[in-house]
């Protein structure tokens, strides 16, 4: 009788190479590399478009705080124009190591009127239902072409327009977009339309 013997084929399984050390080291410091240009790449590009600004007064409260910190988008006057209501950053006198914030309540060709505790434009009184209390100054101001008539929105508390003057388009550094500091105040800073005709 013939019997079949089936032989079974055995494959050999070739080792796993192991990686040198040098090469895992190698790897590493490549990776960490790369995370590090990444990092810069994005710090340059946020910083190009945003700036981080901390609050070191009273002249915009109850809006902004002492020791609040503002994200501001420096992009916002290159592909725009200001509005009223709108909060901005700029060189104060256009010396770029001294900033304010205010609001800005006036635009060029704009007249700007204050007086009984009212601040008029153009005639027509705003609603400001921000400020900390009414103005206690008058005057009339006409804003030239390329400035901004700007206010604190603690009026009585602030050195701004109705002080010094106007403020030049030039100087300005962004629009304030958002408080990120402290946690519990953060929010966005939006845009309010100011001019209201009182009933």
């Known amino acids: 009788m013939l019997v079949e ?3 079974t084929e055995t494959k050999e399984v070739e080792p ?19 995370t590090i240009l990444m990092a810069v790449v994005l710090f340059l590009l946020l910083n190009a ?4 600004v901390r609050v070191y007064n009273v002249s915009m409260q109850p809006t902004l705080h002492e020791g609040n910190l503002l994200v501001v988008n ?8 200001p509005k009223r209501g709108d909060i901005i950053v700029f060189h104060y ?3 770029v190591t001294e900033d304010y914030i205010k609001r800005v309540i006036g635009l060029p060709g704009d007249t700007i009127d204050i ?19 009414l103005p206690g100054y008058t005057g009339t101001w006409k804003v030239p072409e390329g400035e901004l008539f700007v206010l ?10 109705h002080d ?3 403020v030049k388009q030039e100087w300005v550094v962004g629009k304030a977009i958002l408080v990120y500091w402290p946690l519990d105040r953060i929010r966005v800073l939006t845009n309010m339309d100011l001019v209201h005709a009182e009933p």
């Open 5 to 7: 013997q089936n032989e």
């Open 16 to 34: 796993t190479p192991e990686v040198a050390p040098e090469n895992k080291t190698r790897g590493f410091w490549r990776d960490m590399l790369e």
């Open 49 to 52: 478009v945003t700036s981080r």
């Open 74 to 81: 420096k992009l916002a006057y290159k592909l725009g124009e």
């Open 93 to 95: 006198q256009g010396t």
């Open 115 to 133: 007086g009984g505790g009212v601040v008029r434009v153009n005639g027509q009184a705003i609603t400001e239902p921000y400020i900390a209390e």
């Open 152 to 161: 604190g929105d603690n009026r009585n508390r602030s050195s701004d327009s």
């Open 164 to 166: 010094w003057g106007f």
